[in-house]
Protein backbone atom coordinates (compact mmCIF):
# COMPACT_ATOMS: atom_id res chain seq x y z
CA UNK A 1 0.00 0.00 0.00
CA UNK A 2 3.11 2.66 0.95
CA UNK A 3 4.60 1.55 -2.36
CA UNK A 4 1.39 2.24 -4.82
CA UNK A 5 1.24 5.92 -2.47
CA UNK A 6 4.92 6.40 -3.33
CA UNK A 7 4.70 5.97 -7.03
CA UNK A 8 1.10 7.61 -7.05
CA UNK A 9 2.75 10.51 -5.49
CA UNK A 10 5.76 11.08 -7.48
CA UNK A 11 3.73 10.52 -10.59
CA UNK A 12 1.77 13.51 -9.64
CA UNK A 13 4.92 15.60 -8.53
CA UNK A 14 6.68 14.99 -12.04
CA UNK A 15 3.14 15.67 -13.92
CA UNK A 16 3.33 18.86 -11.89
CA UNK A 17 6.58 19.89 -12.68
CA UNK A 18 6.55 19.30 -16.52
CA UNK A 19 3.15 21.44 -17.02
CA UNK A 20 4.78 24.16 -14.70
CA UNK A 21 7.69 23.90 -17.05
CA UNK A 22 5.93 23.25 -20.70
CA UNK A 23 3.28 26.62 -19.70
CA UNK A 24 5.98 29.18 -19.25
CA UNK A 25 6.54 31.61 -22.22
CA UNK A 26 4.61 29.58 -24.11
CA UNK A 27 2.18 32.87 -25.07
CA UNK A 28 5.24 35.04 -25.37
CA UNK A 29 6.78 32.42 -28.16
CA UNK A 30 3.32 31.66 -29.76
CA UNK A 31 3.26 35.92 -30.46
CA UNK A 32 6.71 35.96 -31.71
CA UNK A 33 6.10 33.08 -34.57
CA UNK A 34 2.93 34.53 -35.52
CA UNK A 35 4.64 38.07 -36.28
CA UNK A 36 7.04 38.48 -39.60
CA UNK A 37 10.43 40.23 -39.81
CA UNK A 38 8.87 42.62 -42.28
CA UNK A 39 6.14 43.40 -39.45
CA UNK A 40 8.99 43.91 -36.73
CA UNK A 41 10.81 46.62 -39.20
CA UNK A 42 7.52 48.48 -39.72
CA UNK A 43 7.43 49.40 -36.28
CA UNK A 44 8.28 53.20 -36.38
CA UNK A 45 11.68 52.65 -37.70
CA UNK A 46 12.73 56.18 -36.70
CA UNK A 47 11.59 55.66 -33.06
CA UNK A 48 13.46 52.65 -33.00
CA UNK A 49 16.65 54.50 -34.16
CA UNK A 50 16.56 56.15 -30.41
CA UNK A 51 14.71 53.27 -28.30
CA UNK A 52 16.28 50.24 -26.38
CA UNK A 53 14.88 47.51 -25.49
CA UNK A 54 15.35 45.10 -22.42
CA UNK A 55 14.02 41.40 -21.42
CA UNK A 56 11.65 41.96 -18.73
CA UNK A 57 12.79 39.15 -16.59
CA UNK A 58 16.48 40.63 -16.83
CA UNK A 59 17.82 37.20 -17.63
CA UNK A 60 20.89 38.68 -19.06
CA UNK A 61 20.90 41.48 -16.09
CA UNK A 62 21.19 45.39 -17.54
CA UNK A 63 21.73 44.31 -21.24
CA UNK A 64 20.10 45.91 -23.71
CA UNK A 65 19.29 45.47 -27.62
CA UNK A 66 18.73 48.67 -30.49
CA UNK A 67 15.97 46.48 -31.92
CA UNK A 68 13.07 44.99 -30.97
CA UNK A 69 12.97 41.16 -30.91
CA UNK A 70 12.97 38.00 -28.11
CA UNK A 71 15.34 37.43 -25.27
CA UNK A 72 17.71 34.45 -26.30
CA UNK A 73 18.12 32.92 -22.88
CA UNK A 74 13.78 33.20 -21.99
CA UNK A 75 12.47 33.68 -25.45
CA UNK A 76 10.31 36.78 -24.01
CA UNK A 77 9.38 39.95 -26.06
CA UNK A 78 11.96 42.70 -25.63
CA UNK A 79 10.50 45.36 -24.00
CA UNK A 80 11.14 49.04 -24.50
CA UNK A 81 13.11 50.99 -21.93
CA UNK A 82 13.93 54.74 -21.57
CA UNK A 83 17.24 55.79 -20.82
Do not use: R
Amino acid sequence: MKKAILIIGTAMLFIAGSTMFSACGNSETKHNEEMSHDENMEMTDEHAEHAHYQCPMKCEGEKTYEEPGICPVCEMDLKEIEK
